[in-house]
């Protein structure tokens, strides 16, 4: 029956799927090789009070978004406690996951350089840093992330954003980073 109505629907059904699963493939190869995700706030507050904040890890707890998501994860600190070294690795729920960050640079009062690797629920090693410029009274402070992005990476791209799933996270977080800092 190789001519019948249903077989020549499937058939046709298969090439559509097959070109569609093409296009999303080739358009996905289009993608940048790289990515960076930005937010900046200004915050009333000296840049030596919120390099303090953000060079501890500990000190995280009070404004990351990430604690507040899932305030039963695990917390591994290791290495010095803040600058060059200082290690924090996590394990959470499924919206968390489960990775480490390790400073890798910092400018006191200026800058934070930090390499990220995730392992769950995707693997992947980006990096963060923190810029901070002072603005009379108060700081401009700058939250980014940046990476590579492998071809898994270019074709989950097509299909969501990077930019929409993690630029409101930072957003929240240099919001409570300000409080924090402004108190």
Known sequence: MAGSPLM???LAAGL???VAAGAVAGYAATRPDTFRIERSIRIAAPPEKIFALIGDFKNWEAWSPWEKKDPDMKRLYSGPPRGKGASYEWEGDRRIGHGRMEIAETVPARKLEIDLE??????ARNKAEFRLTPEGEATHVTWAMYGTQTYAGKLI????SMEKMVGPDFEAGLSALKA???N
């Open 180 to 182: 924090v800092a402004e």
């Open 8 to 10: 020549t629907g499937l």
């Open 118 to 123: 995730f392992f769950s629920p995707m693997e």
């Open 16 to 18: 559509v799927l097959l």
């Open 157 to 160: 791209s097509v299909f969501m």
